[in-house]
Structures are given as structure tokens and as C-alpha cells.
């Protein structure tokens, strides 16, 4: 299994850190190339690759997370997805001005969703903030809580194992229509929430 992580920002960095921390191989790419990711690669050590877009894009699981602007670009003229799984880590605001961005009645997934034609999109690792998805997952004697949803049950399923190995607490909310507007940000109303499983 080979994890590709498109954009190098606050959450795509915290990602690479989460997956570093347990010696979990994957490679990151921005828009300004390989040679511009050296000193997070240093920092994380050698689980981590920087990459150009187009290779991380062709990993079984690939994590975008990109401002919401720049999605048009960070996706322009990739290879067909055939069937990969990606996960949908982005929310629908303006940087950095934290604005909502109008998506017409859509879920922010559904938009994204469009630009990935034959891909398992699975909506995950956006609703809680880089610092706490880059610190470990022990919070308050217990497991931080992850949500996710999805339409593709192994995706969501192989997501859910990938959020175990990094030591958090999975929720399945079930569609990615329905499931994901619950932990959206803004609007959601489980967006932002710092919940701990225990025991």
C-alpha cells in the first residue's frame, strides 16, 4: 500500500508528520516541486519522499489537502484515477481568511468529488487542526477521534485502518454526501470538535 500526499501546507505537513512518527512510507508533493519539500523531508526522516504531483497522485492512497483555491491547479492534467482512493481533506474556505467559499447547496466532498472522476473519495483528516492531527492521538486518557465518510465501503474500510495504525479513533458517519456536510468546515455541526474516545 503506497500514500501520496498532494499539498505540503499546515495539514498536508501535519499528515507527513503523523505517518513519519510511525515509520509509515509516503511521499509528498507541492506546487513548487521536490526540491522545496527539503527541509520537511529532514525533519521527518527517511519514511518521508518528496515527490512531483503526478507521483504522488499515482499512490493507492493519496491524501489531498490543498487550499480550497488551488484545488483546480493541484489537479490539472493528472493521469485517469482508476479506482485509487483518495481522501478528501479540504474544506471550503478562503486562506487565510477562514471564509466560507459558496458551493451553490453542495457539500464541499460533492465539488470535489467532480474533479475526480474514478476515484474512491473518502471525506477525512479535515476537521481537526494541524497541530492536533500532527501531535500523537493520546488525548485525555483516551483516542482523538477521527470521522470520515465515504460511498465505497473498502475504501472507507482501508481509511479506517490507516487512521488505527496512526493511533486514532475512527467514526464511520456513513455516505459522503450526507456524512460528510456533518463534519464539513464551516457548517458542520461536528466540525472542529476535539472528541476522545475511551477505554
Known amino acids: 500500500m503506497t500514500i501520496g500526499i498532494i499539498g505540503a501546507g499546515a495539514i498536508g505537513s501535519a499528515l507527513a508528520r503523523a505517518l513519519a512518527r510511525h515509520n509509515i512510507p509516503a ?15 529532514e525533519e521527518t526522516g527517511p519514511a518521508l519522499t518528496a515527490v512531483t504531483r503526478e507521483q504522488a497522485a499515482q499512490a493507492d492512497i493519496v491524501f489531498l489537502a490543498v487550499n480550497w483555491s488551488a484545488l483546480p491547479q493541484a489537479l490539472a492534467d493528472l493521469p485517469p484515477w482508476q479506482n485509487r482512493i483518495v481522501i478528501d481533506a479540504n474544506n471550503a474556505i478562503e486562506a487565510p481568511s477562514f471564509r466560507a467559499v459558496p458551493l451553490g447547496g453542495r457539500t464541499s466532498s460533492e465539488v470535489v468529488a467532480e474533479r475526480l472522476p474514478g476515484a474512491r473519495l473518502v471525506k477525512a483528516f479535515n476537521h481537526l487542526s494541524a497541530p492536533l492531527l500532527s501531535e500523537p492521538p493520546e488525548s485525555h486518557g483516551g483516542q482523538r477521534v477521527l470521522f470520515y465518510a465515504g460511498d465505497d465501503a473498502d475504501a472507507k474500510q482501508q481509511v479506517a ?27 458542520g ?11
Not at 485502518?161 to 464551516?186: H, N, S, T, Y
Open 27 to 41: 511521499m509528498i508533493a507541492n506546487r513548487r516541486g521536490p526540491q522545496t519539500l527539503a527541509a520537511l523531508v
Open 161 to 187: 485502518a490507516l487512521m488505527a495504525q496512526l493511533g486514532f479513533a475512527g467514526l464511520d458517519l456513513g455516505g459522503l454526501v450526507a456524512g460528510g456536510a456533518l463534519f464539513q468546515f464551516p457548517g
Open 189 to 199: 455541526p461536528l466540525a472542529v470538535h476535539h472528541l476522545v474516545r475511551l477505554g
